[in-house]
């Protein structure tokens, strides 16, 4: 077994997107080469909702998957192919943009005003780029749930864990993606396929993500410095990027942690990206935004 060390911990950027509104981002729109083939991850949970309720209107996608997963609230969705759906909490919808879609996505508040989740986007390999746009809408009590004897307990979105495999079927990215909660001051390994690029995202609790014995220091973003002082906590909204390794190990705080935990292999192609839009060339980027002014983004109707 080797385990993987903490490349680096970050903290998401506060941003306002669609029509307004006030999420955090994670990661996305800058380097993409330690998240292949992931490119961005949004942390929209919010308790105002005069900061989310002007939603993401109607806006086009192309060359990606929009993974969105719902923790409290509500979010409509429709598209131009006359899709029309609602998730609620728990639920997940995997979306293959594809070709090409024009969607809106609409989010309401719980009974208390919270909207609570969070939005990954994966790459497409050149050979899906222009495959046609489907929807995968998973309704919470079709994703599987397991708890360990410790009680540890994960759900499990897409991918096999614990010989369980999640909903989500036929993506090009092949991930796994997990939801784990870990009891207070329980350790845990947890196994990564070696090959994967893989992080976590942590939005309950607190903890550490090293072994005892692992020397080197951890970077931040705001001490990225060769020789900067270790710092191996990760808290509410910390974003944990890992190493090459087989596997991780998780060491739950007083309140216990949960996070997601997300790995994919690897695509290793140019990445040209122009906001929602993401391709392979600049010719195929100015080739969409140009299709999409003319009025023939959409290939399948």
């Avoid at 994670?26 to 939603?55: M, Q, V």
């Avoid at 609602?86 to 024009?102: E, H, N």
């Avoid at 990215?173 to 870990?182: E, M, Q, R, T, W």
């Avoid at 695509?267 to 929602?276: D, N, T």
């Amino acid at each position: 077994m080797s385990l993987r060390p903490v490349k680096q911990i970050i903290q998401p950027k506060p941003t306002i997107e669609g029509a307004g509104v006030r999420l955090q981002r994670a990661f996305g729109f800058g380097k993409t080469k330690e998240f292949d083939p992931f490119l961005l991850l949004d942390d929209f949970r919010n308790d105002n909702p005069a900061d989310y309720i002007a939603g993401f209107p109607w806006h086009p996608h192309r060359g990606i998957e929009t993974i969105t997963y719902v923790l409290a609230g509500s979010v409509e969705h429709g598209d131009s192919l006359g899709n029309k759906g609602k998730m609620t909490a728990g639920d997940v919808q995997w979306m293959t943009a594809g070709s090409g879609i024009l969607h809106q996505e609409m989010p309401k508040g719980d009974k208390k005003g919270r909207m609570h989740g969070f939005q990954l986007w994966a790459n497409l390999p050149a050979s899906l780029k222009m495959t046609d746009p489907r929807y995968q809408d998973i309704p919470a009590s079709a994703i599987p749930e397991v708890t360990d004897d410790d009680g540890t307990r994960v759900r499990i979105i897409c991918g096999e864990f614990w010989g369980k495999r999640g909903p989500v079927e036929g993506v090009a990215a092949d991930p796994n993606y997990l939801d784990i909660s870990v009891t207070p001051g329980q350790r845990k390994h947890l196994k990564i396929e070696t090959t994967r690029n893989a992080f976590a995202y942590v939005f309950g609790g607190a903890g550490t993500f090293r072994d005892a014995s692992d020397p080197r220091a951890v970077l931040t973003e705001q001490a990225a410095a060769a020789n900067a002082p270790a710092q191996y906590d990760a808290s509410n909204h910390s974003l944990v990027l890992f190493d090459r390794g087989d596997e991780i190990v998780v060491h739950a705080g007083d309140e216990g942690i949960r996070f997601l935990l997300v790995s994919g292999k690897p695509i290793e192609e140019p990445v040209a990206w122009y906001g929602p839009i993401v391709m392979n060339t600049q010719e195929e980027l100015r080739q969409a935004m140009s299709e999409l002014q003319a009025g023939n983004f959409i290939k399948h109707r």
